[in-house]
């Protein structure tokens, strides 16, 4: 620095005046030059340091590159002719507090052309380990997790579905995070990554490390099952679960093991008494199932377990043979039902005769075709159950004629009543065991061309039309 002096003296006055002349030096502050103008600069942590970037300046042979740390003055790192320069972490102290700055430099790498302008300030953190994250498909989507990494503000978590390339989901400090199902494609393939993060939620503090791939499958919650005994067999029901297609319903007798029914759209099933064991303890669960009625998209919970107990009507409809005839042997003309577990029956009457001819037909055969089922089943003794005639329905309606071509002849068909149980109210069952001498007469009139007179007891299921007095033999 040099300063001068000088003193005049005008009309008793004197005039100082002092002259300062200095000369800047380098640190602090970064002298003023040049006739470019000054780069823009930005940085931010990059993993490996801190990442310096700046516009091009045109005219600009090279740029010098000067770092302020703690606000402890400028030094210069060096020159570059491209518009970005990394500051390696080992140049670097963690928690500083750090700034950069450029300014347009001859090739001679000295003769500075332009001033600068200061970048952003930036505290450094040195870089973190990437965190370990592994996936799994749960209720409700992907579970992504990793272990803490310490120093960690917080964690960028990214995702990649198909390989198609990561994209950032957001930044939390827990170490645990679910991808919803509402955001992921059901058969899709993904991986997740986690970044370690500061609490700006942008700068990131290390790499990472991509987790396993997982091919996702919806998974929906499990639907609450209850069972109960109804006529007919157990109940199951349970609530309709949203986005499931289909249930799969499995049932498990015992404490046997869970075996798998099938697939159905509803949100009940009855499992039927002919497939359940009375006394036998009963369990069922249902879980989402695809279309395809094979994936599966949740898992279960498991119903109140309930011991199985067959009501009298079931028991008796389960150890009946199917198929009952009624028929006196002679003539070609008879009635058979087929009756089923729950008391339901179908059945047809026919009787053909060839002699009743007319104009345009050369037979007639007189049948019906029918339905019903029998209902209020009650124990009268050890070998005889009581039952009603529920309801009884024809295909056509009685009185209906028609005339139908079959073959080269031409037979008419006449529609009747189902003869051996129309006009019925109340019908007896009577079992193998039953003694010949209590039954009635008119019940073995019917019958006895089936009877073995070696035994005394019936040696096959009857049944008898208590109304009408006719009587009815098992096939089987």
Same mark, same amino acid.
């Given at each position: 620095?040099?300063?001068?002096?000088?003193?005049?003296?005008?009309?008793?006055?004197?005039?100082?005046?002092?002259?300062?002349?200095?000369?800047?030096?380098? !640190?602090?502050?970064?002298?003023?030059?040049?006739?470019?103008?000054?780069? $823009?600069?930005?940085?931010?942590?990059?993993?490996?340091?801190?990442?310096?970037?700046?516009?091009?300046? *045109?005219?600009?042979?090279? %740029?010098? !590159? %000067?770092?302020?740390?703690?606000?402890?003055?400028?030094?210069?790192?060096?020159?570059?002719?491209?518009?970005? %320069?990394?500051?390696?972490?080992?140049?670097?102290?963690?928690?500083?507090?750090?700034?950069?700055?450029?300014?347009?430099?001859?090739?001679?790498?000295?003769?500075?052309?332009?001033?600068?302008?200061?970048?952003?300030?930036?505290? =450094?953190?040195?870089?973190?380990?990437?965190?370990?994250?592994?996936?799994?498909? !749960?209720?409700?989507?992907?579970?992504?997790?990793?272990?803490?990494?310490?120093?960690?503000?917080? +964690?960028?978590?990214?995702?990649?579905?198909?390989?198609?390339?990561?994209?950032?989901?957001?930044?939390?400090?827990?170490?645990? =995070?679910?991808?919803?199902?509402?955001?992921?494609?059901?058969?899709?393939?993904?991986?997740?990554?986690?970044?370690?993060?500061?609490?700006?939620?942008?700068?990131?503090?290390?790499?990472?490390?991509?987790?396993?791939?997982?091919?996702? $499958?919806?998974?929906?919650?499990?639907?609450?099952?209850?069972?109960?005994?109804?006529?007919?067999?157990?109940?199951?029901?349970?609530?309709?679960?949203?986005?499931?297609?289909?249930?799969?319903?499995?049932?498990?007798?015992?404490?046997? &093991?869970?075996?798998?029914?099938?697939?159905?759209?509803?949100?009940? =099933?009855?499992?039927?008494?002919? *497939?359940?064991?009375?006394?036998?303890?009963?369990?069922?669960?249902?879980?989402?199932?695809?279309?395809?009625?094979? $994936?599966?998209?949740?898992? +279960?919970?498991?119903?109140?377990?309930?011991?199985?107990?067959?009501?009298?009507?079931?028991?008796?409809?389960?150890?009946?043979?199917?198929?009952?005839?009624?028929?006196? &042997?002679?003539?070609?003309? &008879?009635?058979?039902?087929?009756?089923?577990?729950?008391?339901?029956?179908? &059945?047809?009457?026919?009787?053909?005769?060839?002699?009743?001819?007319?104009?345009?037909?050369?037979?007639?055969?007189?049948?019906?075709?029918?339905? /019903?089922?029998?209902?209020?089943?009650?124990?009268?003794?050890?070998?005889? +159950?009581?039952?009603?005639?529920?309801?009884?329905?024809?295909?056509?309606?009685? /009185?209906?004629?028609?005339?139908?071509?079959?073959?080269?002849?031409?037979?008419?068909?006449? %529609?009747?009543?189902?003869?051996?149980?129309?006009?019925?109210? $109340?019908?007896?069952?009577?079992?193998?065991?039953?003694?010949?001498?209590?039954?009635?007469?008119?019940?073995?009139?019917?019958?006895?061309?089936?009877?073995?007179?070696?035994?005394?007891?019936?040696?096959?299921?009857?049944?008898?039309?208590?109304?009408?007095?006719?009587?009815?033999?098992?096939?089987?």
């Amino acid at each position: 620095m040099f300063a001068g002096v000088f003193i005049m003296k005008k009309r008793g006055l004197c005039l100082l005046l002092a002259v300062v002349t200095v000369f800047a030096l380098a !640190v602090p502050a970064l002298a003023s030059g040049g006739g470019l103008e000054a780069p $823009t600069v930005t940085i931010a942590q990059a993993a490996g340091g801190i990442q310096v970037t700046w516009n091009a300046v *045109d005219g600009s042979p090279r %740029y010098m !590159v %000067y770092y302020n740390e703690n606000n402890g003055g400028w030094k210069k790192i060096g020159t570059t002719t491209a518009t970005s %320069y990394t500051r390696a972490a080992k140049y670097l102290k963690n928690g500083a507090i750090y700034q950069f700055a450029v300014r347009c430099c001859a090739n001679d790498k000295k003769s500075l052309l332009s001033p600068y302008k200061a970048s952003n300030s930036l505290t =450094y953190s040195a870089k973190l380990a990437a965190p370990t994250v592994t996936i799994s498909n !749960v209720t409700g989507g992907i579970q992504v997790t990793w272990n803490k990494i310490d120093g960690a503000p917080r +964690y960028m978590v990214y995702y990649n579905e198909n390989n198609s390339g990561w994209k950032k989901i957001g930044t939390t400090t827990a170490t645990t =995070y679910t991808r919803a199902a509402k955001y992921l494609k059901n058969g899709a393939t993904y991986a997740f990554a986690v970044r370690c993060c500061a609490n700006d939620k942008k700068t990131l503090l290390g790499p990472y490390k991509a987790s396993n791939s997982l091919k996702y $499958t919806l998974t929906l919650a499990a639907p609450t099952v209850t069972i109960s005994n109804v006529s007919g067999g157990i109940k199951v029901s349970w609530n309709k679960i949203d986005g499931a297609p289909r249930y799969m319903v499995y049932y498990n007798e015992n404490n046997g &093991g869970w075996k798998k029914i099938g697939t159905t759209t509803a949100t009940t =099933y009855t499992r039927a008494s002919k *497939d359940l064991k009375d006394g036998a303890t009963y369990q069922f669960a249902v879980r989402c199932c695809a279309n395809d009625k094979k $994936t599966l998209l949740g898992p +279960y919970k498991a119903s109140n377990s309930l011991k199985y107990t067959l009501t009298l009507a079931e028991k008796l409809f389960a150890k009946l043979p199917s198929t009952f005839m009624f028929t006196s &042997g002679v003539g070609a003309w &008879g009635s058979t039902i087929e009756i089923k577990a729950d008391g339901s029956f179908t &059945g047809t009457y026919h009787d053909t005769n060839m002699g009743e001819s007319g104009p345009g037909y050369v037979a007639t055969v007189y049948m019906s075709e029918f339905s /019903g089922k029998f209902t209020n089943v009650k124990q009268v003794n050890d070998y005889t +159950y009581s039952v009603q005639l529920g309801s009884l329905t024809y295909k056509t309606p009685i /009185g209906t004629t028609k005339i139908v071509s079959e073959g080269n002849a031409r037979v008419r068909y006449v %529609y009747e009543d189902a003869y051996g149980l129309a006009g019925g109210k $109340t019908f007896y069952f009577y079992t193998p065991d039953a003694p010949t001498s209590k039954l009635p007469d008119d019940f073995l009139g019917w019958v006895h061309w089936s009877l073995d007179s070696s035994r005394k007891n019936l040696g096959f299921y009857g049944l008898y039309n208590v109304t009408e007095k006719l009587g009815w033999f098992s096939e089987e």
